[in-house]
């Protein structure tokens, strides 16, 4: 019998095409972009801070000890950011407080539009202080459906117990011997935030009981207080969300927890959260979080 070659090799080719476009579909299908929100007194890259490398100011490569970011990341700045500063180290930090909305308004949009630019099919979320705040609303008003998890670190619950907590509150109320309350309603005057508007702890029962969520908060925090964190995932709790998770460090300063002397357990048990959901985790840094995460 002779061998037809040439359809042989035209079968193969056939074969071995439609395997790569199964696998490419496949990858295509199921690529993955971490959308980071960053906090008040920061911008976009803030977002290198949680990344496993990043590029320089001046073009180098270089890498953090401790990340939980590892694979394509869109970052953006929120309003109150100076564009022309937004990638600058430390000028980054200057906000334009008078367009400060804390989740509301313009950060909202800011937000939703960041996400509506990402064309992959899944979205891990990841966010800091009025970044992880913002985060909540969105996810509570939006419903977005290619959210697959969100690590939520030091999320505020109501901007009010933020204001009322922090520092600068005390000490300008020391300086104008007026009380807390008093020198509230004078920094919300500078900003465009309204008392009346959308706050996470209200929203935080409208989120998708399917989502996987990871509050992360710290003990010795002196800007957003423990509690304003905890009471989020609680409240998430009673309404009967299963996927919600709670990490508590006795450590760390606002927006630098991946930096403090609890860094590794921080990473270890993202990693260990990002493994029980299907999402892309390091398995070695999973295997070590595992034991802590099983009580978050």
Known sequence: MLLNW????????????FVLFVLVY????????????????????????????????????????????DGDVKTFSYP???????KIP????????????FGQGNELEALRSAYNQIDDDEVILVGVSRGASNILIFMGLDKPERVKGAVLISPFDLV?????YHMVTWLISKITCCDKKTVYKWL?????FNEDGVHPIDLVEKIESDVPLLFVCAETDKTVPCKSTISLYEKLVDCGHKKAHLLTLESGKHGKLLYSL??????????????????????????????DFSVC
């Open 6 to 17: 040439g359809s042989l090799v035209n079968k193969n080719f056939l074969k071995i095409s």
């Open 26 to 69: 496949n990858i295509k299908a199921h690529a993955l972009t971490y959308l980071f929100s960053h906090g008040l007194f920061d911008s976009e890259i803030q977002a290198y801070r949680y990344t496993k490398e990043y590029q320089t100011f001046f073009g180098g490569i270089a890498n953090n000890p401790f990340y939980i970011m």
């Open 80 to 86: 109150d950011v100076i564009g022309i500063f937004s």
């Open 90 to 101: 430390f000028l980054s930090k200057i906000p334009l407080i008078y367009k400060t909305s």
């Open 160 to 164: 009010r117990n933020v204001f009322e």
């Open 188 to 192: 919300k005057m500078i900003t465009c």
């Open 262 to 291: 609890e860094a590794e357990r921080f990473q270890n048990v993202v990693h260990a959260f990002y493994q029980k959901y299907d999402l892309p985790y390091d398995e070695k840094f999973a295997q070590l979080g595992v034991k």
